[in-house]
């Protein structure tokens, strides 16, 4: 509770106090203004390309970033051999600033790849975050490598808490992967698919481009 208020409810209510006020620059003494800084956001022609963008690419982010986060927790689960390396590997994208994920990104083999190819064909490289119309889908995959690895981790705390006398009768019983992850393993993961959008969505909403 001390560090929620110190670091994350009394910032939020210095900047709810602050955009009470017209100030040219931070710290300056400014005129108190009340709520017109908000009707003049209302007006700004700006306000609706954010949210749609904002709107584009949460829908696009979340869903992607959620099924594979799930079908690489069941992979890990299953197969233990690399499990502790791939996890690893598949948080590493997490733990970076999205300044440095954005430059590795931009790096990586694939994209690299797709450049040759295109200069092949006599076009040139793509700038992929810096051109308008490829930003927003290139920061799409980009969000869908961070995120993916951090879902995997809610999910594979789920499938590990699954209690193994639920789930082996239906090995017995010869249901089939399909009907193992469909009918008994995802109910049972209920709580974890109801708290990975939330998380997922705060990421999107906060991270979005404008």
């Known amino acids: ?101 954005s430059a590795l990104f931009i790096s990586l083999p694939t994209l690299e790849l797709l450049d040759y190819c295109l200069a092949k064909l006599g076009a040139r490289s793509v700038n992929w975050l810096g051109n308008p119309d490829l930003a927003l889908a290139s920061l799409i995959l980009l969000t869908v490598w961070k995120n993916a690895g951090y879902f995997v981790l809610f999910f594979l705390e789920g499938l590990q808490s699954l209690p193994e006398k639920v789930v082996e009768p239906t090995l017995i019983e010869g249901a089939s992967w399909w009907q193992r992850k469909w009918f008994v393993v995802m109910p049972m993961l209920g709580p974890t698919f109801a708290f990975v959008p939330v998380i997922g969505l705060i990421n999107a909403v906060s991270r979005s481009p404008k």
């Open 1 to 101: 509770m001390v560090f929620l208020i110190a670091f994350t409810y009394w910032p939020m209510l210095q900047v709810l106090i602050a955009s009470l006020y017209a100030r040219r620059t931070i710290g300056a003494e400014g005129a108190y203004v009340g709520a017109k800084s908000y009707a003049r956001l209302v007006d700004d022609a700006d306000l609706s390309g954010a949210l749609i963008n904002t709107g584009v690419f949460t829908a696009r982010t979340e869903v992607p970033s959620i099924v594979l986060g799930y079908l690489f927790a069941v992979a890990l689960r299953q197969s233990r051999a690399l499990a502790g390396f791939c996890r690893a590997i598949l948080f590493l994208p997490t733990l970076m600033l999205l300044v440095a994920a």
